[in-house]
């Protein structure tokens, strides 16, 4: 069974960092895209980075393209995401999730797996 557990969300001020990780059981690293979604309030949920673990190949939605970045170790199928320099617009839940990444902005073109989630706010 496949399992994606997220840790680390929290409140958080404008310019601040925060650093989410995602604990992956169930399945291989290899070969997959993985990464993270989040969801604003009244809004879809959409994608925010994808790594490919077949060769490191990052997807960045615009809006994060210079303030998060995304590793992994796949000796021990983790995933970090590294939030820099926070806005209030990044306020949501996050979302670990494996499937194949995207492009021309749209770091996923599928998701197989989704975490349940963990709740960032970002106060200004």
């Known amino acids: 069974e496949v399992q994606l557990v997220e840790s680390g969300g929290g409140l958080v001020q404008a310019g601040g960092s925060l650093r989410l990780s995602c604990a992956a059981s169930?399945?291989?690293?290899?070969?997959?895209?993985i990464g993270w979604f989040r969801q604003a309030p009244g809004k879809e949920r959409e994608g925010v980075l994808c790594i490919s673990t077949s060769d490191g190949g990052i997807e960045y939605a615009d809006s994060v393209k210079g303030r998060f970045t995304i590793s992994t170790d796949n000796a021990k199928n983790t995933l970090s995401l590294q939030m820099n320099t926070l806005k209030p617009e990044d306020t949501g839940v996050y979302y670990c999730?494996?499937?194949?990444?995207?492009?021309?902005?749209?770091?996923?073109?599928?998701?197989?797996?989704w975490g349940q989630g963990t709740q960032v706010t970002v106060s200004s």
């Open positions: 169930g399945f291989s690293f290899d070969d997959y895209g």
């Open positions: 999730a494996v499937g194949k990444c995207g492009g021309g902005g749209a770091p996923f073109l599928t998701v197989g797996y």
